[in-house]
C-alpha cells in the first residue's frame, strides 16, 4: 500500500481489482472505516492503518 499507516485512491482500487475492500482503522480508538478515510471520524485521529475488510 501506500507506506505505513497511508493509503491511497490507487490501492483502493487496485483492492477492487483483486477482489477485496480495502477499509481503515483508527490505531487510537479502533473505529473502522469503510470506505477507507484518511481521518477517523468517531476521535479525529490520523492515524489509521489500513487492511482488507473480512468478506
Known sequence: MGGE??????????ALSEGYLLASRCRRCG???????????KCGSGDLEAFKAPK
Open 5 to 14: 499507516g497511508m493509503f491511497t485512491v490507487k490501492d483502493y482500487r487496485d
Open 31 to 41: 473505529a473502522v472505516q469503510l470506505p477507507p478515510r484518511p481521518i477517523c471520524p
